[in-house]
T-cell receptor, first 112, second 113 residues
Framework: GQQLNQSPQSMFIQEGEDVSMNCTSS?????WLWYKQDPGEGPVLLIA?????ELTSNGRLTAQFGITRKDSFLNISASIPSDVGIYFC????????????FGQGTTLQVKP | ETGVTQSPTHLIKTRGQQVTLRCSSQ?????VSWYQQALGQGPQFIFQ???????GRGNFPPRFSGLQFPNYSSELNVNALELDDSALYLC????????????FGPGTRLTVL
């Protein structure tokens, strides 16, 4: 099935470092979302972006909806051990279902 | 906590069997979407139910079917299970179908032997 191109695939960083990950698509989306998934759990919504160029923050997390509507990035500042998990981007179109198209995920590990 | 619940948590079946997974949507939500997440992959859209009707389907064969009940809870049924059906099955509820924000449950881990 269709998936977005998400990078990097994995990251191993020191506590306190900043993290950046991004997601690209060959087609346009109306909404970009970022989810975090812990082992054995469902994805939890972190940030939703609804407008091209939009920059939105949620605590130490900042995400942007690319101007072309084909990409988005997520930054995490001053990482802490509980940031460990898998981060997924998802694109959504204004369609009948609004089905989500997901990236492959970025696995983040934080060394205390 | 999203208020979306799924049962069972884990399930083991053998090839050829049938399985039913259940999802209770968040209070006030009338739309349930189902996703399949294979190990190491992002979730893939199976189908969506809005007000008890199928409202769109992904690239899954007909042996994947579903139901939505008047209280907006939902079931996912898979017939003639195959080994590749082993995955985490997620449901997500949203307020009004279409492009409304989707909130996920914890998932059901299905293993097919």
């Amino acid at each position: 099935g269709q998936q977005l191109n998400q990078s990097p695939q994995s990251m191993f960083i020191q506590e306190g470092e900043d993290v950046s990950m991004n997601c690209t698509s060959s087609s346009i989306f109306n909404t970009w979302l970022w989810y975090k998934q812990d082992p054995g759990e469902g994805p939890v919504l972190l940030i939703a972006l609804y407008k091209a160029g939009e920059l939105t923050s949620n605590g130490r997390l900042t995400a942007q909806f690319g101007i072309t509507r084909k990409d988005s990035f997520l930054n995490i500042s001053a990482s802490i051990p509980s940031d460990v998990g898998i981060y997924f981007c998802a694109g959504q179109r204004t369609s009948n279902t609004g089905k989500l198209i997901f990236g492959q995920g970025t696995t983040l590990q934080v060394k205390p | 906590e999203t208020g979306v619940t799924q049962s069972p948590t884990h399930l083991i079946k053998t090839r050829g069997q049938q399985v039913t997974l259940r999802c209770s949507s968040q209070s006030g939500h009338n739309t349930v979407s189902w996703y399949q997440q294979a190990l190491g992959q992002g979730p893939q859209f199976i189908f969506q139910y809005y007000r008890e009707e199928e409202n769109g389907r992904g690239n899954f064969p007909p042996r994947f079917s579903g139901l939505q009940f008047p209280n907006y809870s939902s079931e996912l049924n898979v017939n003639a299970l195959e080994l590749d059906d082993s995955a985490l099955y997620l449901c997500a509820s949203s307020g009004g179908g279409g492009a409304d924000t989707q909130y996920f449950g914890p998932g059901t881990r299905l293993t097919v032997l």
